[in-house]
């Protein structure tokens, strides 16, 4: 009996990206029944949306981030019946046709809920754009991931995960709030804490540009920080950090953070950048600063 797929991707104005991406889905040799996309751009993406039969388009008039358009395209590709909803970026691409075919073939062989594969940076097949921690430092080497085989309870969401239907009535869906940034460690959060089976197979992967130079490290291979390379995306990051540390009372993020970034900002003597941090990270701490986009002054 076929396993019903439906993808949950979300876009915003990159329609030659979107456009590689659904040929790529509708090229596995796993079928996929229908792609619910939200489209959150100022440049509506239909005309990329209609060459595909089976794309589900959803125009949304107001930015939702990705959290907010991962979450309606998770909810419309749930009430489609499908038992798996892979979560897709729109800048991602499945790495080979096989990609869907080797993460439903694992999830089956290992119980999961659950399942993630590697994501490695385009044109740099060797290189994972999101660090792991092996040992306790932090790795972009796809080698590394590979002799492990399986990451148990890790994996970076959601691009590329592969997710049951169910496990959304038992954590919910990605929090809207979060607009960008911290929706997935969220996510992740509440699936181990749900005792949702889950996990990371390095036998196949998706390419999604990387974010090799966000990674300051501070003091050794062992503590660093991550500084996006953008104000609006620090803002969101920093406070989102802030949030989830109050949420889920992480008193061991709290003392990375504020021991991390006082070190980088005081060794690149950086008062500005300090305090656009304290104030981000602050608004989180205090459950501060959740808006709509057009009233976050950008």
């Given at each position: 009996?076929?396993?019903r797929?439906?993808v949950?991707?979300v876009?915003?104005?990159?329609?030659?990206?979107l456009?590689?991406?659904?040929?790529?889905?509708n090229a596995?040799?796993?079928?996929?029944d229908?792609?619910?996309?939200?489209d959150?751009?100022?440049?509506?993406?239909r005309?990329?949306a209609?060459?595909?039969?089976?794309?589900?388009?959803?125009?949304s008039?107001?930015n939702?981030g990705?959290?907010?358009g991962?979450?309606?395209?998770a909810l419309?590709?749930?009430?489609?019946?499908?038992?798996?909803v892979w979560?897709?970026d729109?800048?991602?691409?499945?790495?080979?046709?096989?990609?869907?075919?080797?993460?439903l073939?694992?999830?089956?062989?290992?119980?999961?809920?659950a399942?993630v594969?590697?994501?490695?940076?385009?044109?740099?097949p060797?290189r994972l754009?999101?660090?792991f921690?092996?040992?306790?430092?932090v790795?972009?080497?796809r080698?590394q991931l590979?002799?492990?085989?399986?990451?148990p309870n890790?994996g970076h969401?959601f691009n590329g995960?592969?997710?049951?239907?169910?496990?959304?009535?038992?954590?919910?869906?990605p929090?809207m709030?979060l607009?960008?940034?911290?929706d997935?460690v969220?996510?992740?959060?509440?699936?181990?804490?749900?005792?949702i089976r889950?996990?990371?197979?390095?036998?196949?992967?998706i390419?999604?540009?990387?974010?090799?130079?966000?990674t300051?490290h501070?003091f050794?291979a062992?503590?660093h920080?991550i500084v996006p390379?953008?104000a609006f995306?620090?803002?969101?990051?920093?406070?989102?950090?802030g949030?989830l540390?109050?949420r889920?009372f992480?008193?061991?993020?709290?003392?990375?953070?504020?021991?991390?970034?006082?070190?980088y900002?005081?060794?690149?003597?950086?008062l500005?950048?300090?305090?656009?941090?304290?104030?981000?990270?602050?608004?989180g701490?205090?459950?501060?600063?959740f808006?709509?986009?057009?009233?976050?002054?950008?």
């Amino acid at each position: 009996m076929t396993v019903r797929v439906a993808v949950a991707a979300v876009t915003f104005n990159r329609h030659k990206e979107l456009s590689v991406l659904l040929d790529a889905i509708n090229a596995q040799s796993a079928a996929v029944d229908t792609i619910c996309l939200v489209d959150s751009g100022t440049e509506p993406a239909r005309d990329v949306a209609a060459r595909h039969a089976n794309v589900d388009y959803v125009r949304s008039e107001a930015n939702l981030g990705g959290a907010g358009g991962f979450a309606l395209a998770a909810l419309k590709a749930v009430a489609s019946g499908a038992k798996w909803v892979w979560m897709m970026d729109d800048d991602a691409e499945p790495a080979d046709p096989e990609c869907l075919a080797t993460l439903l073939r694992e999830a089956e062989a290992r119980d999961l809920e659950a399942v993630v594969p590697l994501v490695v940076a385009p044109g740099h097949p060797d290189r994972l754009s999101f660090f792991f921690r092996l040992d306790g430092k932090v790795t972009h080497d796809r080698a590394q991931l590979e002799k492990v085989g399986f990451l148990p309870n890790d994996g970076h969401f959601f691009n590329g995960a592969l997710i049951r239907s169910d496990v959304f009535f038992k954590v919910g869906l990605p929090d809207m709030r979060l607009f960008i940034r911290g929706d997935e460690v969220d996510f992740t959060i509440r699936l181990r804490k749900a005792g949702i089976r889950f996990g990371t197979v390095t036998t196949t992967a998706i390419t999604h540009p990387h974010a090799f130079s966000e990674t300051k490290h501070v003091f050794g291979a062992r503590w660093h920080v991550i500084v996006p390379d953008s104000a609006f995306k620090r803002y969101y990051y920093y406070r989102n950090r802030g949030y989830l540390i109050r949420r889920y009372f992480r008193v061991k993020s709290l003392v990375a953070d504020v021991g991390g970034y006082l070190g980088y900002f005081a060794q690149r003597r950086d008062l500005k950048g300090l305090l656009a941090w304290a104030s981000s990270f602050s608004k989180g701490l205090r459950a501060k600063g959740f808006a709509p986009l057009e009233d976050q002054k950008f």
